[in-house]
């Protein structure tokens, strides 16, 4: 709230440039994120300044929605100046749940209907014969080509953004949307475990371990079916392995934060018995990022990884998202309550 990554008109910068003194460009993904972040500590008694801050944000997602092409983009700046003209499957998912989350805050209409719009972008722009475009150049909506990084390949990261088809099936009774996640589902569970590790060196492997868990995420929203709940299991246990294989070398905040909130939802939804230790363990390592400074650029927020035992010196706001749900969490886990209503996951 003190640190300046929201900025006046409700956006959130994907990080600030410490040596220019400035934030990069607004990310509208980040923004998403923001929406659901602010308004899960405002629903943890934060107070009304995190409410007002959620929902500014929620605006200014509205604003950013292009009407002439239909289309989010992937960065906003006030002059129009964005070297990359760009949309994304997984940014139009996160920045959709972000607006139902405010939508169920404040039963707005103006919420669904920008949650409805991004939905519809989805469906219509990125599904192809085969499966999702995750890139599209704008104003055209031209696939870009395919690329070995993950964010730029189809893979059952994509499972994640898919959750908002599922929340505007539920609400809307469209079954475009359910079907579209179910298709989607259905294409993940077919190679998840062969995603993590087809990358070239083992710190990408931990960067992959970050998208490998939205892929968990999304199965929590079904994890009462048997196949999703073996997968769930099966899941858990290769990125608990490969996290602590690899993380003496190089570790990421939010893969910590990301294993332990899927343990707590997986363990409260009876698909996966909690391992008790692996989520302790899994809980330092999360608050060890967090920083304590007397910069308000930093103080409270969270470190995003470390390389070799030394701290990887960026502060990155999804990060924290992760993090500050895991903690909180894991707190509620203490004292038996753990968390089910999978809407609630940032």
């Known amino acids: 709230m003190s640190s300046g990554i929201q900025e006046t008109g409700g956006g959130v910068a994907r990080y600030f440039l410490a040596e220019a003194g400035r934030n990069a460009r607004i990310s509208t993904e980040i923004t998403g994120y923001a929406v659901s972040a602010l308004l899960e500590l405002h629903g943890r008694g934060g107070g009304e300044r995190l409410r007002e801050a959620g929902l500014k944000a929620a605006g200014f997602l509205l604003r950013a929605w292009q009407v002439d092409i239909a289309a989010m983009p992937f960065e906003w ?21 972000g607006l139902l989350r405010a939508w169920r805050e404040t039963a707005e209409h103006k919420y669904l209907q920008g949650a409805y719009n991004c939905g519809e972008a989805m469906l219509r722009d990125f599904v192809n014969g085969a499966d999702i475009d995750p890139i599209l150049a704008l104003p055209g909506k031209e696939p870009l080509p395919r690329e070995p990084r993950w964010s730029r390949s189809s893979a059952c990261y994509q499972a994640k953004p898919a959750l908002a088809w599922l929340e505007l099936a ?3 009774r469209d079954d475009r949307f359910r079907q579209a996640f179910e298709t989607t589902l259905a294409r993940s569970l077919a190679d998840h475990l062969s995603f993590a590790e087809q990358a070239g060196t083992r710190a990408q492997v931990m960067d992959r371990l970050h998208a490998y868990s ?9 994890a009462e079916r048997p196949e999703v709940a073996a997968a769930l299991g099966a899941g858990i246990a290769q990125t ?15 893969v910590c934060a990301q294993l332990l909130r899927v343990r707590l939802y997986a363990h409260g939804l009876d698909a996966v018995v909690l391992d008790e230790a692996a989520a302790a363990e899994e809980a330092r390592w999360t608050a060890s990022f967090q920083i304590t400074s007397d910069d308000p650029r930093f103080d409270g927020g969270f470190w995003f990884g470390r390389r070799e035992g030394i701290v990887a010196p960026f502060v990155n706001p999804v990060s924290a998202a992760f993090s500050l749900q895991a903690l909180a969490q894991w707190h509620d886990a203490q004292a038996g309550a753990f968390p089910t209503n999978w809407h609630d996951l940032i």
């Open 77 to 97: 700046a006030a002059n129009g100046d964005v070297p990359e003209n760009h949309t994304y499957f997984f940014d139009c998912g996160i920045i959709a749940r």
């Open 214 to 222: 939205y892929f968990l995420e999304a199965l929590l929203a079904v």
């Open 170 to 172: 539920d609400v809307t």
């Open 240 to 254: 608990a392995a490969l996290l602590r294989a690899i993380g003496p070398e190089f570790v990421r905040a939010d």
